[in-house]
């Protein structure tokens, strides 16, 4: 519009000036008027020049703004546009004002007004640095350092890998008394917690027709013969039970002169046998007697789970192989066995002893033989390095049966470099549990 109008001006001040000039006048009145004529042409278009910068050049200003919705919408969630009524005019000045901030903070950190760039930002930086703490790896670190490896070739003092059948503590109790002969404790198809004396040994015992039973801590001390009532001599004997048998903590001495003993056997194809914590010393046996194993399934078990045994004997140790009954799984951990020569020795030597033809899945896990003083560990463990059919493979002091599909794990030569599982005095009639995993 004042385009228009300045120019609508001009042509009728030149109409006007061309009539004057048109008469008659003298030149020099003439070049007076027209001189004075041309004065408002000039105002006029001078007037109408600065108008078209101001108007073009100002709406063009805005261009930058283009990046101000960014801002906008950013911090719109902010403000509540019910309060706002010029909500719309309000947010583009602001988001101008925010733009022009953010631009000069880029360029040139001087004017003050960058420091609210600073001030939106440093939240992200709080978030950065509290997931910073991810270090917290630092923690399983603490963590793990104080379950060294060794922890689990230590003392009786840990947990155990298997609890006592749920509410044993209820369950009938029988006493054991008996210091110079055998007793046998039926559980009559039912459930026996067996209790032996706190303050002595007792003789050998037998646990027969039970479902569950549960003996923890006390100690058994062979007697002087190689059979009792017929029977080879067993310090713990399982017969016919068909749950759980929880032997625990107990202390068997078998270095007992003239005794021939086997420290634990079992004839109980139905039933699962927990030892652990146990400890068996100085068995001895022979050939054409009692062959002294620290432990025996000869009849059978469902499953045998060993944690933590130490056992000694001049004759033989873990007798594991089936027998005359099947065995459904065999689990050993941490569990150390040492051959002696106490007594007069007559052949064995073997202190575990698998079969080629059992099928049976045994896992061996932290498993440790020393042989007999004098006998080579290859021909300690059975099959030796020398069986013609699925021969030990022994390398640096540990042997393996790669040929046996149905064993995992190895056996190690030697004793804990910590000492024995099962520490001498850590268990017996002052037992206590350490409670179970």
Known sequence: MPRSRFVSTRKSASATCRAIMGGGRSRW???????????????AATGAAEPVPAADVAAPAPAPVADAPVAAVTEAPTEDPATQPNAGAAASASADARADSLAASSS????PAPAPAPTAEAPRVEEVAAPAPAPAPVKVEQVAAPAPAPAATTTSGAALSWAP?????NYPVTKVTATNSLTTISGRGGDVLIQLPKDRAVGPITIADCRNAVIIGGSIRALPSAKVSGYDQRAIYVRNCTGTVHIEGVHIDGAVSGAQTDGIAANAPKAILQIQN???DGLRGMSTGNHADVFQPWGGLREFRIDRLTGSSNFQGLHIFENTGPIGAGIIRNTNIFGHNDAPVDKGGYYIWTDCAD?????LDGVYVAPRPGRPFGQSVW?????KTCAANVSN???TWPKDASITGSVREGRPSSGDFVPAGSVGATYTSPGYR
């Open 29 to 43: 009145l003439a070049l007076a008027i027209a001189m004075g004529c041309l004065v408002p042409v000039t105002e």
């Open 108 to 111: 040139a950190p001087k004017p």
């Open 165 to 169: 059948p749920a509410g044993y503590a």
């Open 278 to 280: 146990v400890r068996v």
């Open 359 to 363: 099928d049976y899945p045994l896992t």
């Open 383 to 387: 099959p030796s390095v020398t069986h």
């Open 397 to 399: 002091g540990v042997a």
